[in-house]
């Protein structure tokens, strides 16, 4: 199993260029040896996670929204997006680790949006939850 530098932490600040950096995966063995416990007594499956995201840079004005609920929708992601007052935006999404990756890489790779760097807190996971929206 592979995990993200950027999800293993509760909080976490990241530039772009470094979030590009660490970006490359790492086994997981190295940053919690739990999760090999856990792979053990649970099997192979890929636990759900919800994550706050709090996203800032070049993010409000070039559909940043609407690119990340189309994506979220494609990888089968849950939660929701919203602009903030600051310029920035926050979004909760709920997925596997991995997943949620694949959605902040498919942002990050849009020619408008730049993001310049992340917040993330990992938050109790939503049961009932369905589909993704723009708030």
């Not at 007594?41 to 919800?50: F, L, S």
Request: proline share 1%.
């Amino acid at each position: 199993m592979l995990a993200d530098v950027s999800t293993t932490t509760c909080k976490t600040r990241l530039r772009c260029k470094q979030w590009k950096n660490i970006a490359g995966r790492i086994d997981s063995d190295e940053l919690n040896p739990q999760i090999n416990q856990t792979e053990e007594k649970y099997g192979n499956r890929m636990a759900e996670i919800r994550e706050k995201i709090h996203v800032h840079g070049r993010v409000q004005g070039v559909g940043f929204r609407y690119k990340a609920k189309w994506t979220a929708h494609s990888l089968g992601l849950t939660g929701w997006v919203k602009n903030e007052w600051d310029g920035s935006v926050r979004m909760e999404v709920q997925g596997t680790e991995e997943t949620i990756h694949r959605m902040l890489e498919r942002l990050n790779s849009d020619s408008y949006i730049r993001i310049e760097w992340m917040d993330t807190e990992q938050i109790p996971v939503l049961a009932d939850e369905r589909g993704f929206r723009v708030r």
